[in-house]
């Protein structure tokens, strides 16, 4: 059954061929799309295209379908095409000609558009609450290894002591900034496109107003064309946003599979959540951040994919816009489960104590001689040359009181303050307002 099809049978391979996975995807929307009729129909009946008996039929049945979504009862049967025709056809079913009556005034075009905001906001609480878990560990471990020494790098060689708790902290901080673009995508997606229909408008006086109070959007998608041109650009937002929680997770991925190595040492994990040789016993391989750091450089290509499939567009809906979701749905699962992974394996790491003990680190203090040179009267130049030379000659002898008290090193961390970033940027996405309205239109 197709809500678009008149008397012409449309051949089977063309209809597998067009169809393509909406089905399965389209489960991970259902919800949604009740929830989107809910407020469509209050609003048809605001403006008299609904009956008032007809509205509460409506309404208990819709209720009725959100219920067997949640507990796992809907399906959408192959004879019928996507999850927008499966809804209207189980209402007609079950209630007459008043389920007839809930496309009045839509199209699927901003059907499947209200779906994916209320769809996408939805994902990014989840990854939002994910990634709060994960700072707040993150700033956990940078308080309590703070006094524990790691040579810093740069171009991979031995550059100026760092420590634990400026490596935690170094990521939780990142988080932050990743959480700031994830808010812009919040922004995007917290705009209703209901009622731009199939992206010309409606001659029906729809209510969009209303509709947009209903559902917990923040505002409008005011012009009906660009509410249409916003698919697409929406995902790739959402997409770009994935990709740079995804960059912090796949740099501390790699991280951590440099410092768990034998030649580092200064990590490690119980044996049970590392992973073995089939010929060599003594391995201890950290696979779980060696997919995390493979899954999320999948992530990061994610913007380029869905800009590609869209670049050539002009404006208006395109069958094309569907192949968005074979790429966005799996890769939210994915950084949702490499978050949650993440934190599970932090809540079990070990850090090795006084790694700088070791005397191939000694010239990580080279500065430090340097600066206590310039701090008694050398002018720096000067004490750059005079430890230079001592280091060629095999005379250098290492200071290794480590003395950095401004902000954000390693005797002042600023965690307080990186802290307050984070709950400031948490603060505006307004999650509270939407499931607000979410249970209003369920009551």
Same mark, same amino acid.
């Given at each position: 059954?197709?809500? @678009?099809? &008149?008397?012409?049978?449309?051949?089977?391979?063309?209809?597998? +061929?067009?169809?393509?996975?909406?089905?399965?995807?389209?489960?991970?929307?259902?919800?949604?799309?009740?929830?989107?009729?809910?407020?469509?129909?209050?609003?048809?009946?605001?403006?008299?295209?609904?009956?008032?008996?007809?509205?509460?039929?409506?309404?208990?049945?819709?209720?009725?379908?959100?219920?067997?979504?949640?507990?796992?009862?809907?399906?959408?049967?192959?004879?019928?095409?996507?999850?927008?025709?499966?809804?209207?056809? *189980?209402?007609?079913?079950?209630?007459?000609?008043?389920?007839?009556?809930?496309?009045?005034?839509?199209?699927?075009?901003?059907?499947?558009?209200?779906?994916?905001?209320?769809?996408?906001?939805?994902?990014?609480?989840?990854?939002?609450?994910?990634?709060?878990?994960?700072?707040? &560990?993150?700033?956990?471990?940078?308080?309590?290894?703070?006094?524990?020494?790691?040579?810093?790098?740069?171009?991979?060689?031995?550059?100026?002591?760092?420590?634990?708790?400026?490596?935690?902290?170094?990521?939780?901080?990142? *988080?932050? #900034?990743?959480?700031?673009?994830?808010?812009?995508? @919040?922004?995007?997606?917290?705009?209703?496109?209901?009622?731009?229909?199939?992206?010309?408008?409606?001659?029906?006086?729809?209510?969009?107003?209303?509709?947009?109070?209903?559902?917990?959007?923040?505002? *409008?998608?005011?012009?009906?064309?660009?509410?249409?041109?916003?698919?697409?650009?929406?995902?790739?937002?959402?997409?770009?946003?994935?990709?740079?929680?995804?960059?912090?997770?796949?740099?501390?991925?790699?991280?951590?599979?440099?410092?768990?190595?034998?030649?580092?040492?200064?990590?490690?994990?119980?044996?049970?959540?590392? =992973?073995?040789?089939?010929?060599?016993?003594?391995?201890?391989?950290?696979?779980?951040?060696?997919?995390?750091?493979?899954?999320?450089?999948?992530?990061?290509?994610?913007?380029?994919?869905?800009?590609?499939?869209?670049?050539?567009?002009?404006?208006?809906?395109?069958?094309?816009?569907?192949?968005?979701?074979?790429?966005? +749905?799996?890769?939210?699962?994915?950084?949702?489960?490499?978050?949650?992974?993440?934190?599970?394996?932090?809540?079990?790491?070990?850090? &090795?104590? #006084?790694?700088?003990?070791?005397?191939?680190?000694?010239?990580?203090?080279?500065?430090?001689?340097?600066?206590?040179?310039?701090?008694?009267? =050398?002018? +720096?130049?000067?004490?750059?040359?005079?430890?230079?030379?001592?280091?060629?000659?095999?005379?250098?002898?290492?200071?290794?009181?480590?003395?950095?008290?401004?902000?954000?090193?390693?005797?002042?961390?600023?965690?307080?303050?990186?802290?307050?970033?984070?709950?400031?940027?948490?603060?505006?996405?307004?999650?509270?307002?939407?499931?607000?309205?979410?249970?209003?239109?369920?009551?």
């Amino acid at each position: 059954m197709k809500i @678009w099809q &008149k008397n012409t049978i449309v051949n089977k391979d063309i209809e597998t +061929f067009t169809v393509g996975r909406d089905r399965e995807l389209d489960l991970q929307m259902a919800a949604f799309d009740v929830l989107g009729s809910l407020a469509h129909v209050q609003m048809l009946e605001s403006i008299g295209l609904m009956t008032a008996d007809d509205l509460t039929a409506v309404q208990k049945e819709l209720k009725q379908i959100y219920a067997e979504i949640a507990s796992g009862d809907f399906v959408i049967e192959d004879s019928v095409e996507d999850v927008h025709s499966q809804v209207e056809w *189980l209402l007609t079913q079950r209630i007459g000609d008043a389920g007839k009556k809930i496309h009045s005034g839509r199209s699927r075009n901003d059907q499947v558009l209200v779906d994916l905001k209320l769809y996408f906001r939805h994902c990014i609480e989840e990854v939002v609450g994910h990634t709060s878990v994960l700072f707040g &560990k993150l700033i956990e471990l940078s308080n309590t290894h703070k006094d524990k020494l790691l040579p810093g790098y740069t171009h991979l060689q031995i550059a100026m002591p760092s420590s634990f708790g400026l490596w935690f902290g170094a990521y939780a901080e990142s *988080l932050v #900034d990743d959480m700031e673009l994830m808010l812009a995508a @919040w922004k995007v997606c917290n705009k209703n496109p209901l009622g731009s229909a199939a992206g010309y408008g409606s001659s029906f006086p729809l209510n969009r107003t209303l509709t947009t109070q209903l559902l917990g959007f923040e505002n *409008l998608n005011f012009n009906v064309v660009y509410a249409q041109m916003g698919r697409g650009k929406t995902e790739r937002i959402l997409a770009q946003a994935m990709s740079s929680v995804a960059a912090t997770l796949a740099k501390m991925a790699m991280d951590v599979c440099l410092f768990i190595n034998q030649n580092f040492g200064f990590i490690s994990f119980p044996d049970e959540l590392t =992973t073995g040789s089939s010929i060599m016993p003594h391995k201890k391989n950290p696979d779980v951040f060696e997919l995390i750091r493979s899954r999320c450089n999948k992530i990061q290509a994610l913007p380029n994919e869905i800009a590609m499939m869209t670049v050539n567009l002009p404006s208006g809906y395109h069958r094309d816009l569907q192949l968005l979701k074979e790429n966005l +749905f799996p890769a939210i699962t994915s950084l949702n489960e490499c978050l949650e992974m993440t934190v599970f394996m932090l809540q079990h790491i070990s850090i &090795k104590e #006084d790694i700088l003990k070791d005397h191939k680190y000694d010239y990580l203090f080279s500065v430090e001689v340097v600066n206590d040179l310039v701090l008694k009267g =050398t002018p +720096f130049r000067e004490a750059y040359k005079e430890v230079g030379a001592m280091i060629d000659k095999g005379t250098f002898q290492p200071e290794t009181h480590v003395n950095h008290t401004h902000e954000g090193s390693i005797g002042n961390l600023c965690n307080e303050s990186i802290e307050a970033l984070m709950t400031q940027v948490l603060s505006q996405f307004g999650f509270e307002k939407v499931q607000n309205a979410v249970q209003r239109l369920l009551a």
